[in-house]
């Protein structure tokens, strides 16, 4: 294992960002691309701007969000938090007792650590299926938590939502939604009706996933609950700061679903050439995705021997894409415990400025660099730590 | 007790935010007069925001982030993170054993609710005290925490600073310095040196107080323990987000201690003439303030009998102040559990703008009203929550 645990990631996570900046430097902006599906940006207007002061800030734009927040998620009260994380991380201190029992429905193992982590520290019984035949709640279950699409967007089934929210409604046990992509790629792709319209409690969507917003969380619901959730998470410090709900609000007036609708004609095409040359890339809803163990026979096909480990080679491969090829995946920039899944998201901006043919030679040309790398310790490491 | 706990904090703020959103509408911001001291800005050009995208603002301001908080806090490594709360919160959970014991020293008692509220979470052992001559630490001390400048601006004493340290140094415990507005206070007013200097190995400083910075915290020190706090913040999502971190580098960039040494001349020249008809003010290093029990004193000395709680008559004069006379204090908008002292700061950006005289008037004005409901518990209600 070169990535061995969360202070790898970092250092791997602060060498991509040097990294960007002197592509920036060297090339312009231009010339770098953002594929992570994540990078929403930041809309303002100079107006705006003027406004952005600690406590002036939030009066203006709290009332927009509230609307535009209700329009997207549905539910009575709107609260806008510093991250997803910190939403789920203020849920749980605020609404599940000590040593009580969470239930986490996930439509594929693995879950986004975030959930679990929260949980130990009210000492609270976690238990996690993706199986809906295996679903139970233990008597003391304070919350359940459904997870509406992975980080790799793979998305639950319709009826086994309703199944367990019927199973919640009938035990008086409130249900969280972690929608982090889900509000937007059930609903615009899949069809799907909003979480709060299926009869959950709370969700909670991230802002910059699939949409033209900031890094940050949205949590929709009941009023009752929010207020209890935004008054543990004001006081540990987990709510979002005035130009994080700026950009948000901004994000949201500028969600289309069409974008969304156009990005899966080009994952068709993209998926389709790659298949020339590659054996196990996959179709997630909005680009093309190959996971660590789909990495790993990637290469075993190739009669390359490695004795990298899948999560490293993923990581590896996103530090060339970035390093030789310009090219953002979310396994270079990633907070720790993220997917290592190297995912292009045709539905992020800078999809626009990169003609498929162009993606494919880049997507090619790394990936023999990766097999050319795949057996040294010392040129991984170089690439993976070192900013030159 | 009318506001009796965190969820009518949290409505209060709430009503305040919506009151001072009409009076920007009705008025405009120039006749709104924030005095709360926290209010810092959001400095930013428009090439900065192009830049302003989730992966690739970071990359570019990271940097100059690292200089500047280096120069401002000393120390080998700086992280920005959400809020001051949302740092100390990653600092305990990631240097903190569950059941080992944290001690905490401030100047004056009682302390910032954060830090008891975080180590609960990791079952902590919390002692805290105002005396340095009941100073001790159990065998099991794994932090120490030392506040530089209390909520109400009591600074701590050098000479004690540095005792605690040695006694630090001995024990091999590290220290983490609360210095949320003390940073600039300790060293701009009181010529103490940075908490790096004196030996700790950690500092974390609000970037709103007393400087042009934005809601959030910066976290200075060795960066072997920054590493971890950083790895554990990123889990939570406590970190700051790139539009804070690219505020913070422009308010570290503007920020000149001279300015902090001017409002001590204004505050001299009101508190002079506040004399007149107040008691119980007192000076507060950058401007004027009144506490919970002084206030209930100030009422009392009017001859006025009230059954309200010292610290609803805070925030009702706050609210008075707000909906009648335009002046944003932070009783009226802060956060849960934070201090109700009314403080007028006059290193304020809005004290600019508004003669001493003028803001005098519109304390004794408000005062006189105050005086008049003190005893109206229903009048009292319909200030606090009411936006109309």
């Given at each position: 294992m070169?990535?061995?645990?969360s202070l790898?990631?970092v250092?791997?996570?602060?060498t ?17 691309y953002d594929f992570t599906?994540?990078s929403g ?9 003027n ?6 800030g939030p ?9 535009l927040?209700?329009v ?7 609260f806008p938090?510093?991250?997803?994380s910190s939403?789920?991380?203020a849920?749980?201190?605020a609404?599940?007792?000590r040593?009580?029992c969470v239930?986490h429905?996930?439509p ?5 650590p ?6 130990k520290l ?7 299926f993706?199986?809906i035949?295996r679903?139970?709640t233990?008597q003391?279950?304070?919350l359940i ?7 790799d967007?793979?998305?639950i089934?319709?009826?086994i939502f309703?199944?367990?929210?019927a ?7 409130p249900?969280?939604v972690d929608d982090?992509s ?10 799907q009706?909003k979480a ?9 969507t991230?802002t910059d996933k699939?949409m ?5 969380g949205l949590?929709g619901?009941k ?10 998470a004001t006081?540990?410090g987990l709510e979002?700061q005035?130009p994080?709900i700026l950009?948000?609000?901004n ?5 289309n679903?069409?974008n969304?609708?156009?990005s899966i004609?080009?994952r068709n095409?993209l998926?389709?050439?790659l298949?020339n040359?590659f ?5 997630s809803?909005t680009g093309?995705m190959i996971s660590?163990n789909?990495l790993?026979?990637e290469i075993?096909?190739q009669?390359?021997e ?12 996103a ?6 090829e ?5 396994p270079a920039v990633?907070?720790p ?8 998201d045709l539905?992020?901006n800078?999809?626009?400025k990169l003609?498929?043919a162009?993606?494919?030679?880049k997507?090619?040309n790394?990936f023999?660099y990766l097999?050319k790398?795949?057996t040294?310790e010392?040129?991984?490491k170089?690439?993976l730590?070192?900013c030159?």
């Amino acid at each position: 294992m070169i990535i061995e645990n969360s202070l790898d990631e970092v250092k791997k996570r602060e060498t991509s960002l040097k990294i960007i900046k002197s592509i920036i430097n060297a090339h312009g902006r231009d010339n770098l691309y953002d594929f992570t599906g994540l990078s929403g940006g930041f809309l303002a207007t100079t107006d705006d701007l003027n406004l952005l002061e600690t406590y002036v800030g939030p009066a203006i734009f709290e009332e927009k969000l509230q609307y535009l927040g209700k329009v997207h998620l549905g539910g009575e009260k709107i609260f806008p938090v510093n991250r997803t994380s910190s939403g789920i991380l203020a849920t749980i201190l605020a609404l599940v007792p000590r040593n009580s029992c969470v239930i986490h429905f996930v439509p594929e193992l693995p879950s986004h650590p975030s959930i679990l982590r929260s949980c130990k520290l009210k000492n609270a019984n976690y238990i996690e299926f993706d199986d809906i035949s295996r679903f139970h709640t233990p008597q003391n279950t304070s919350l359940i938590i459904i997870t509406g699409a992975t980080m790799d967007h793979k998305v639950i089934d319709e009826e086994i939502f309703e199944k367990i929210i019927a199973k919640a409604k009938e035990k008086e046990i409130p249900v969280l939604v972690d929608d982090a992509s889900g509000a937007r790629l059930r609903t615009a792709i899949y069809k799907q009706k909003k979480a709060i319209e299926l009869g959950a409690d709370l969700v909670v969507t991230s802002t910059d996933k699939l949409m033209m917003g900031p890094r940050g969380g949205l949590i929709g619901g009941k009023t009752e609950l929010i207020d209890e959730i935004k008054a543990c998470a004001t006081k540990f410090g987990l709510e979002a700061q005035p130009p994080t709900i700026l950009a948000m609000v901004n994000g949201l007036e500028s969600y289309n679903e069409n974008n969304l609708l156009n990005s899966i004609e080009k994952r068709n095409k993209l998926i389709k050439i790659l298949k020339n040359d590659f054996k196990y890339f996959e179709e997630s809803p909005t680009g093309v995705m190959i996971s660590e163990n789909s990495l790993k026979k990637e290469i075993a096909n190739q009669n390359i021997e490695t004795t990298f480990s899948p999560k490293d080679l993923c990581f590896l491969w996103a530090m060339i894409l970035l390093k030789q090829e310009h090219i953002i995946t979310i396994p270079a920039v990633a907070m720790p415990g993220a997917s290592a899944t190297v995912r292009f998201d045709l539905a992020s901006n800078d999809a626009l400025k990169l003609d498929i043919a162009i993606l494919q030679d880049k997507i090619k040309n790394s990936f023999k660099y990766l097999l050319k790398i795949a057996t040294d310790e010392e040129v991984a490491k170089d690439i993976l730590f070192n900013c030159e």
